[in-house]
């Protein structure tokens, strides 16, 4: 982003200007006679031969003054003087001319022109060389080159110079907003007389949810430092897109500068973050300080660090990736930090990892945790992450997990006095464009069901190996056979030689688009997309698909930006503006789940597809909020590929039991990683149920729509068994406490066989069982109904339904190509703010 220079010359209290002589950042607010003032905001005082400007940090003139001030050289920091109205108190005298920012805060260099796309030359598909899917594509159309395009796009309302609510032009006028204190309270128990407020950069733009945030998270860290490093610590855990650097920007700027209008609260602030969102919290610093002094030292090499040092009272931010923190920590630790924040602090998950204990090194007393998902897998790993911030407060973890069974109601207590979580349901986001979910169930290729079956059969103690290919199957079978060929050449005794045998004569993939369902699907998704002039991003986990998808693309004459862990940091940065500030439909975004999906604004796109899903929810969550967020125009489609029948649904299922669980202690039901499935999961994982059901996940649920698309309280039935599934699907939905999910504590629970098995939920399979094990698996039946609840809230379609299929299949996009699609089903749901 291009910094605004003031234009002091545009002064117009002067025909001919007089020279500039010095220039000086301040605070500024009301005169008055208090002893301690309440500022309104920061500002810049510029001095003339024969005048004076002040300006506040909008560029907007507060007052003029048409003779020169006096004594200009013992105007030194802290000095408060008076024009005409206004009390300013000098902050700092800065070189004349615009203001400059640290070398190191300008590096590297994030403006236009266009990147280079990575890797957009086919040459560096590795695919290719080993003889892929060579073009041309089997049996896909090319689309006829497109007119030149007439959309206008809006340009995103946020980030734009011109924005309103990013910031505003000199142009604008401001309206006064009332200060938000932060120590009101203190003030109203006479505590101090001492008002520390937001700056008015933050304050006018807030939505509520961010007030609130702020407060929160000054609250928390304001706290001085405790033994053992146990000082304020505080975990914002906001849905992605709500804000959190902002509300981590505000809140500790107002600790920040509280040393400088009140109280000393802190000198120096750490910014941890991942490598791939140093640029993005460069990006928002400018954002937000547009006209003033850049306050961040953005930590490139460690000699970054020992600039900083020197710098602190001028930039007290330190915005360092884990990776260069981890290895200068011994400098960092020099700096004695007074706060500490962790972007996407869900990296602090593992209780023993070296991570989070050379963090815990730096014995910062204020830490800050940001994560978008504080719930990964279990939960230990959230125990990790409360211990991190507040130390020795949850004691051990024997101790945390007694009081999780035993004291449910105080470890909650505790957890919300250190945590603050909103969903994008939970807050106001009026400011934002709907946002259309859908999930897709595409059926699986003739190829796809024979080498799924063939795995089935073939099950061995090797899950882990079978599961990766299960998934790689459901993606391509090619790339499975690519795979299987690859392994066998290195070793002619590789275990998993045999499955090369599923590829006989009638089944052996070329690289065809049919060949995989949800390719198939995705192609004419993106064919449709382009007609409506939208932009899309395209999300995978694997490097592999990536590379299918990517060759596919350019065969369709789409341009192909691409964002995965090879991406060096400073061109993601480079990426991302690209795409949002071309808006071109023929341009597609590729992107990796786990190299790109945190903290990437990709607005410039309207749609997204999920095109294969990870284990952990909290990926896919991460992913798929890339586009509707703060600085969206138009409508959001999020689309999720699942292939009927596979192991994609069986996937799916157990995130929507992980996600649909509204309590974050409610992992302990739901510690399922990879390594714990019994047998049983996994002869239910590579059963292919693709040929008797139009979508698995929809039987399970047990829902009586029959995919009509109605909601069930919209259908006029009743039925006792819906009752169950509702009921069942309140504990969990309205509880968000342990105790509500934890069947031993529900009195109503005379359900005996539902105590029973309260952590099995395993989805069973459809043979019957025998008599002796009915009522354990009736409960189990009843849990899976009551873990897919959330699923309720979707409508449910299927194509038997001709008339609403084709409603829906137009509102969701997909009918502007002769489409070969073969879905077999669908859930949709819309979310209007
Ligand atoms: N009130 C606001 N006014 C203007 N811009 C805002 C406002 N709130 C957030 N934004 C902008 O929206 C974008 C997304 O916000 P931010 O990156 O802080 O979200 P986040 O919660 O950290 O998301 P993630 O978890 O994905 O990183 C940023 O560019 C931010 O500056």
Redesign the pocket.
Known sequence: MSRVVLNVDSYEGNDTPSAEIARFVVLYGKASTRKHKIWEGDGLLVCFTDSCLLKSEDERDVICRSSALKGLDQLEDGRIINIGSWSVEIQERIATGPPQKPISAQKPEIQSPMPPMTPGNSENVENRKRGGFSSPFLGIELPKPLSKRSATFVPPL??SESSS??GSSSSTIQEKIPPFILNEQDILDRKTTSAVTVDTRFAR???PH?KSGIQFIFDRLRRGSGKNGGGGGAILA?D???????QTMAATWALLKGSKTAQQLANSCLIIVPSSLVNNWKA?FD?WWRLMRFPAVIALTANDITTYQSTIKLMPYLVISYDLAQRHVEKLKIIRFDVMVCDEGHKLKNLDGKLRKTLLSLEIPRRLI?T?TPMQNDFEEFYSLLDFVRPSVFGSIVEFRKMCSDRPEQLNELIDECMLRRTAADVDLKHLPEKHEYILFCAASPIQKHVHSEICDYMTGDALSLIFFARQLANHPKLLLDNLREKTEKSKAHKHSPLLLAFDGAHMPRGGVKESGKLTALVDMIKCFRLLQECTVIVSNYIETLDMIQQLCEYLNFKVLRLDGKTQVPDRQKLVRTFNDHRDPSNIFLLSTKAGG??L?LIGASRLVLFDSDWNPANDQ?AM?RIW???QVRPCHIYRLITTGTIEEKMLQRQIKKTGLGCVIDAIEVGDTIATFTDEDLKDIFTFTGSATECNTHDLCECPCDGCGMLENEMDEEDDGDDVVENDAEKIDKSGKIDKIDSDDDEEADDEELEADVTDEVVEDSQEPPEATKPAVAAAGLRTIASLAELSRWRHFSPRHADTWHHFMTNAGLSQVDTDVELTFAFYQESQY
């Open positions: 946020i980030g609510s990013g733009h807030l939505r961010q906001d992605m897109g709500l804000g959190k650097s902002l928002e954002k940001l978008g945190v903290g604004n991460q909020a967020r703060d600085g």
